[in-house]
């Protein structure tokens, strides 16, 4: 049995999933699966649609796994398009539509080259995908559900790669090996509403807000390590909502994200900026309270054994020898990577996310001629 992987990116782009709908996506995975003898089970949980499927043994010597999403972001202006964004039309060598580069057709490579593999050439082990539709959502019922089912009915991988696109600017050079930490705060300055002739009966918390975000964005974090960029600090927003001229406000909000590399923790960071934000409440007589969310810890899986796994069929079926990276944003990895060792490589990401979504044809043969030499390389 051989898969053509484009035809099944197509078919996928067709299932309109934006997150957390399912729209056919799982179920047509589900049914390609099964025919090829893998055991499959729906781990929905809270409304999200996840896929679980193995081929092999439980407990196998030897488990290979995959992990991607078929969910994707809105289209947006849909006037903007210049051709239907489920509709998987091909011009000119190019897949067209939300999803072709992420990551439904590294989800179409990956299944068509287990399913090759296992139907043609047996492994000596057990390939394992674990499908979410909730990687462009929340990310709490997605791939944590299915690796909290793992858990639970001991299901493991040993290695997992996961499909993310991750290559700059041409096909094969790039591997995540990591990614940095990202967290978001929401600060809310509270001081006394008055009079703007009479500064002195108020207590304006706007200066404290303008004091606090000017200490924390003139604050090196660091000056980066081995695998990781320094550490950033973004002020995203400051607002009151007050139109008056006349009015010195009651209260200010403010929004900052920091993505941060492995020197550092959410917790670490969240006990620096409440630090900062009393010395400043104490200078200004406010009030300042945060609302913090971690959304990811940095992690990195060092050089070795899969990197290379990967880095090698990345070079056999592109000639490129990939950089090993952790830029970018977070992605599922920054769960899998508790679960086992994790590597991230997937198509040139320059269109997700935006109007008129592409990918070449020919890259989607190729990525899952990468991604069948590496399953190919790992049980020989």
Known sequence: MTIDAVDLTADLIRCPTVTPAEAGALVLLDDLLSAAGFETVRVDRNGVPNLFARWGPKGAARTFGFNGHTDVVPVGDIAQWSVDPFGAEQHAGLLYGRGATDMKSAVAAFAAAAVDLVTETPPDGAV????????????????????????????????????????????????????????????????????????????????????????????????????????TLAVVSIETGNAATNVIPGRCRGIINIRFNDLHSGAGLSDW??????????????????????????????????????????????????????????SDARFVKDHCPVVEFGLVGKTMHQVDECVPVDEIARLKAIYARILRDYFR
């Open 273 to 330: 900026l409440r630090a900062e934000a009393a010395a400043v409440a104490d200078t200004f007589g406010v009030e300042i309270e945060f609302d913090i969310k971690v959304s990811g810890e940095s992690f990195l899986t060092p050089p070795g054994e899969l990197s290379t796994l990967v880095s090698r069929a990345v070079t056999a079926e592109t000639g490129r020898l990939p950089e090993l990276s952790t830029t970018g944003g977070t």
């Open 128 to 231: 394992i995908l674990a499908i979410t539709g909730d990687e462009e959502g929340p990310g709490v019922d997605g791939t944590r559900a299915l690796l909290d089912w793992m858990a639970h009915q001991d299901e493991r991988m040993d290695v997992c790669l996961v499909g993310e696109p991750t290559c700059p600017e041409t096909l094969g050079d790039m591997i995540k090996i990591g990614r940095r930490g990202s967290m978001s705060a929401w600060i809310t300055v509270t001081g006394k509403q008055g009079h703007a002739a009479y500064p002195h009966r108020a207590r304006n918390p706007l200066p404290a807000m303008a004091r606090l975000m000017d200490r924390l964005a003139g604050w090196e974090l660091d000056q980066g390590t081995a695998h990781f960029d320094p550490s």
